[in-house]
């Protein structure tokens, strides 16, 4: 496809004749119910016209996305994101010395003996900075947030949302102040899907306080599919929505966030965010060269300024110097904190 071709089809236009089409009705009525209602020849549109309308968005975003394929190709997987993240967490036991950032010693199990393997003959080249510096990110922000819901549990938090759980294992290795919580795993049913019979395949027990919650944000909002799956808006929830933020709009984050704030006094979230100065990064840039194009970025001031807009309260930033003092102090093998932590959390 040429540059011409592809630019005539991203600009291609929804007609008058489409809008009718949709509507059922004819274009010049299209006309009379798109001028002011006060004008003499005004009609009121059909009933059911916000899912016509609906409808007719859908079939204009089916074709984008077909035209986006055709360019850069599919989408990654999320499961295949997800097994990356499962690598740099089982990769962590293997390379760096005790004690872990954090201790997940079923990813292993997870990702099989093959995996580990090719792991450890990729010592070398997990050591490298970049590398360093993704893994440690990617530890922190499930240490922050397992230590966030700990303390969020104390304080009569009953329910645990992981929103992108992908390859996620806290439900499988949780500690004893985790049994009295519903753990509720949130991902697309692929993704899901795929992590279940990686569990059946290796012998992993699912305990009795896990739930999943298949939602297909396509056909459903996250509020509708928490509902479907059995979550209690009335409990006290704490929610983890970690290495998401940055692919969806601006529009899509504070729908969530209006989610979470549906919840009940004492709910919580911990969140991580691209900041502004990661918008011409090597990662942001393979990202979007893959077909996942990171789209919202934002400074602390920013992502705080939302938060607090939409309601939220005892917003807090982790700065990298407390994530240091916390996590990494006294180190042997000179594992360190990211160059750059972009880790909020917030209270209903």
């Not at 004008?39 to 309308?53: E, L, T």
């Not at 990813?107 to 360093?132: C, S």
């Not at 004492?266 to 900041?275: E, K, P």
């Not at 990202?287 to 996942?292: H, Q």
């Amino acid at each position: 496809m040429d540059y011409k071709e592809a630019t005539d089809r991203v600009l291609e236009p929804i007609t008058t004749a489409d809008l009718a089409r949709a509507l059922g009705i004819s274009q010049d009525d299209v006309g009379r119910t798109r001028v002011a209602p006060a004008a003499d020849d005004f009609s009121p549109p059909p009933d059911g016209w916000k899912a016509a309308v609906a409808r007719l968005a859908g079939e204009r975003a089916s074709r984008l996305l077909k035209l986006k394929t055709e360019l850069v190709g599919p989408p990654r997987a999320a499961s295949g994101t997800a097994h990356g993240v499962a690598v740099m967490r089982a990769a962590h036991l293997i390379i760096e010395s005790e004690p872990p950032v954090l201790n997940d010693t079923v990813a292993a199990r997870l990702l099989g003996p093959e995996m580990m393997a090719q792991i450890r003959a990729r010592v070398d080249e997990l050591k490298t900075p970049p590398a360093l510096g993704l893994r440690s990110h990617v530890l922190l922000r499930s240490r922050f947030a397992e230590d966030t819901l700990m303390d969020a549990v104390a304080d009569g938090v009953e329910q645990y949302v992981l929103l992108g759980a992908g390859l996620d294992t806290f439900a499988y290795r949780q500690p004893e102040w985790a049994h009295g919580l519903t753990v509720i795993e949130v991902d697309h049913p692929g993704t899901q899907g795929a992590k279940r019979r990686a569990l059946a395949a290796t012998g992993i027990e699912i305990p009795p306080n896990v739930r999943y919650a298949d939602i297909d944000f396509e056909r459903e909002t996250l509020a509708q599919g928490l509902a479907r799956c059995g979550v209690d808006t009335a409990k006290p929830t704490f929610f983890s929505w970690l290495g998401v933020t940055m692919y969806l709009t601006r529009e899509a984050i504070e729908a969530t966030l209006r989610t979470v704030l549906s919840f009940p006094k004492g709910s919580g979230i911990v969140l991580t965010y691209a900041h502004t100065d990661s918008m011409k990064s090597q990662m942001a840039t393979d990202s979007g060269t893959a077909g996942e194009p990171w789209v919202s970025y934002f400074t602390p001031d920013e992502l705080g300024a939302m938060l607090q807009r939409l309601g939220f309260s005892d917003i807090s930033f982790l700065s990298r110097e407390e994530a240091e003092r916390r996590y990494y102090a006294n180190r042997s093998d000179g594992f360190a904190a990211p160059p750059r932590v972009s880790i909020a959390a917030a209270r209903v």
